[in-house]
C-alpha cells in the first residue's frame, strides 16, 4: 500500500494558487495606473486659482513632438518705453485656439485657470490653461484700422467754407 504525499497533488500548492511574483507585479502596477490616472484627472478638473490677464498676443503656436498642444504667450505691458512681461500659456480647447490665432498681434483679455501638479506636458506645456478669449479695442484708434497710430477723429467733420456771393 502506498501513501501519496499530501503536497504533491494538493490543490493549494504555490503553482496552483496563482500568487507568484508575476501576479503580484501585475497588481502593483494595476495600482500604479490607476492612481496615475486618478491624479491627473483631479488636477486637470480641479483648479487652484483662475482670473484675466490683458495685453498684446504675440505669439502662438501648436507643438510638440508627440503630444501636440497649443501654446502662447501674452505681452503684458506696464508702463510705455519699459520692456512687457511675457506670460506664457496653454489652450486645450480647438475652438478657442483657432480664435487665438485669429488675434495674433491684437490687444486682448484672456480668461484662464491655473491647475497645479499636472503629471505631464501632454495637456499643455504650462500650468495656466486659457479658456476664453475677449477682443480689446485700442482706445483712441481708429475702429477701421487698430494697429494703426492714427487718432480717432474727434467731432463732426470740418466744412468747407461758403462760396463768396458774385
Given at each position: 500500500m502506498t501513501i501519496d504525499s499530501p503536497t504533491a497533488s494538493s490543490p493549494t500548492s504555490g503553482s496552483a494558487r496563482g500568487g507568484g511574483f508575476?501576479?503580484?507585479?501585475?497588481?502593483?502596477?494595476?495600482?500604479?495606473?490607476?492612481?496615475?490616472?486618478?491624479?491627473t484627472w483631479f488636477t486637470l478638473s480641479w483648479a487652484y486659482s483662475e482670473g484675466d490677464r490683458g495685453g498684446v498676443l504675440q505669439?502662438?503656436?501648436?507643438?510638440?513632438?508627440?503630444?501636440?498642444?497649443?501654446?502662447?504667450?501674452?505681452?503684458?505691458?506696464?508702463?510705455?518705453?519699459?520692456?512687457?512681461?511675457?506670460?506664457?500659456?496653454?489652450?486645450?480647447d480647438p475652438k478657442v485656439a483657432e480664435e487665438l490665432a485669429r488675434n495674433v498681434g491684437e490687444r486682448v483679455?484672456?480668461?484662464?485657470?491655473?491647475?497645479?501638479?499636472?503629471?505631464?506636458?501632454?495637456?499643455?506645456?504650462?500650468r495656466?490653461?486659457?479658456?476664453?478669449?475677449?477682443?480689446?479695442?485700442a482706445s483712441g484708434l481708429t475702429?477701421?484700422?487698430?494697429?494703426?497710430?492714427?487718432?480717432?477723429?474727434?467731432?463732426?467733420?470740418?466744412?468747407a467754407a461758403p462760396a463768396p456771393a458774385p
Open positions: 508575476g501576479s503580484v507585479l501585475l497588481k502593483l502596477l494595476l495600482v500604479a495606473i490607476i492612481l496615475f490616472a486618478g491624479w505669439k502662438f503656436s501648436r507643438k510638440g513632438w508627440v503630444c501636440k498642444t497649443y501654446e502662447g504667450e501674452l505681452a503684458m505691458y506696464v508702463v510705455a518705453g519699459v520692456a512687457p512681461q511675457i506670460w506664457s500659456f496653454s489652450a486645450r483679455q484672456l480668461h484662464y485657470t491655473e491647475h497645479v501638479g499636472i503629471p505631464t506636458n501632454c495637456f499643455g506645456e504650462t495656466y490653461f486659457v479658456d476664453r478669449i475677449v477682443p480689446v479695442p475702429p477701421a484700422a487698430p494697429n494703426t497710430l492714427a487718432p480717432a477723429p474727434q467731432g463732426p467733420a470740418p466744412t
